[in-house]
């Protein structure tokens, strides 16, 4: 695995990884809507609320959908609109068992009203709760130099 350079990168601030946060969550919503479309055919009525199979399911496509993002190249889709990435603390690529964990820890610090997140305002190091219980941390990635090929090329 090779270790990024985070000399010159800094942690990533909480609107960035809140407007990447709605970002993601309104592609997961969409894929859970997908997976909502054969249970309602299935049954033609409204899903039932004490359905464990399809709470698993909608469970499952949350988890797949971070955990495979963050392990293949340590971003989602809003975070590479927001250019962030997530690294272990060190500055390595994370692995399948610490987005695992990542994920079942940002569950649990959604639950106070959100509180592990908001946790990185007061954090000397700007982590939240799930950073530091996952050993990662979301850095912001520099601006690409644009490309010069317009009429002002040499």
């Given at each position: 695995?090779?270790?990024?350079?985070?000399?010159n990168?800094?942690?990533?601030?909480?609107l960035?990884?809140?407007?990447?946060?709605v970002?993601d969550?309104?592609?997961?919503?969409a894929?859970m809507?997908?997976l909502?479309?054969?249970?309602v055919?299935v049954?033609?009525?409204?899903?039932?609320?004490?359905?464990?199979?399809y709470?698993?399911?909608?469970?499952?496509?949350?988890?797949i959908f971070?955990?495979?993002?963050?392990?293949?190249?340590?971003?989602?889709l809003?975070?590479k609109?927001?250019?962030?990435?997530?690294?272990?603390a060190?500055?390595?690529?994370?692995?399948?068992?610490?987005a695992?964990?990542?994920?079942?820890?940002?569950?649990?610090s959604?639950?106070?009203?959100?509180?592990?997140?908001?946790?990185?305002?007061?954090?000397?190091?700007?982590?939240?709760w799930h950073?530091?219980?996952?050993?990662?941390?979301?850095?912001?990635?520099?601006?690409?130099?644009k490309?010069?090929?317009?009429r002002?090329?040499?």
């Amino acid at each position: 695995m090779d270790q990024l350079n985070l000399h010159n990168q800094q942690i990533a601030g909480c609107l960035r990884r809140l407007f990447a946060s709605v970002y993601d969550w309104l592609l997961v919503l969409a894929l859970m809507m997908l997976l909502s479309v054969p249970f309602v055919a299935v049954s033609d009525t409204a899903i039932a609320p004490g359905n464990n199979l399809y709470r698993v399911g909608l469970l499952l496509i949350a988890t797949i959908f971070f955990s495979a993002f963050w392990t293949l190249g340590g971003q989602t889709l809003g975070m590479k609109a927001w250019r962030l990435q997530l690294v272990t603390a060190a500055g390595y690529p994370v692995s399948y068992r610490q987005a695992l964990l990542r994920f079942a820890c940002a569950c649990i610090s959604a639950l106070p009203g959100g509180l592990g997140f908001w946790w990185l305002l007061w954090d000397r190091d700007r982590l939240s709760w799930h950073d530091r219980w996952s050993g990662t941390t979301i850095v912001l990635l520099p601006k690409k130099a644009k490309a010069s090929g317009g009429r002002n090329a040499p």
